[in-house]
């Protein structure tokens, strides 16, 4: 299986909104978010999401759809992210794990702040 992970294009909007609706989920456009895309076979399967300010930097919008999970996708998508953030001097990453994206979360390096709970999640930040 060859992925390939790559800043989202103009004109994917769609593509973005029909991931998302495959995970029964919304596109949060809070901000202004940079997307990466993941690519199998010519198919978006998955994309995450990037708010910066400053340096910090929040990961919105991990998914993946549903018939290509558990092949390591989402990891990553995730690990894409931490190296682009690092790339460009950022400190501080935040994002909210669902209980499906917890483990890999966790894996990436995350940990889990003193305001545990959310209403979309459990909140996360790591030094990349
Ligand atoms: C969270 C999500 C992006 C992970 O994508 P993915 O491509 O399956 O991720 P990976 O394959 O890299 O890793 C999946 C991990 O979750 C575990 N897992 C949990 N439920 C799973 C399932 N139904 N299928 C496959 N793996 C599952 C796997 O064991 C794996 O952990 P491991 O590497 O320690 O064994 C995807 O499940 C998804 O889109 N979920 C719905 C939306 C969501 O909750 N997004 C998170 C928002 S922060």
Do not use: C, W
């Not at 992925?3 to 989920?25: H, N, Q, W």
């Not at 995450?48 to 300010?53: A, C, D, I, N, T």
């Not at 993946?64 to 995730?78: A, C, I």
């Amino acid at each position: 299986m060859t992925v390939e992970i790559r800043a989202a294009r103009p004109g994917e909007v769609d593509g973005l909104r029909k991931i998302a609706s495959a995970t029964k989920a919304y596109l949060l456009f809070a901000g202004t978010p940079e997307f990466i895309v993941a690519v199998l076979d010519g198919r978006l399967v998955g994309m995450s999401g990037l708010v910066r300010h400053g340096e910090s930097a929040r990961i919105k919008n991990l998914f993946v759809v549903p018939e290509v999970r558990g092949k390591g996708v989402g990891s990553m998508l995730l690990q894409a992210q931490l190296a682009h953030l690092k790339r460009v001097g950022v400190k501080r990453v935040e994002a909210a794990a669902t209980d499906m994206s917890l483990r890999i979360f966790l894996a990436a390096g995350f940990t889990k702040t003193r305001s545990y709970s959310t209403s979309t999640g459990v909140r996360l930040e790591m030094t990349p």
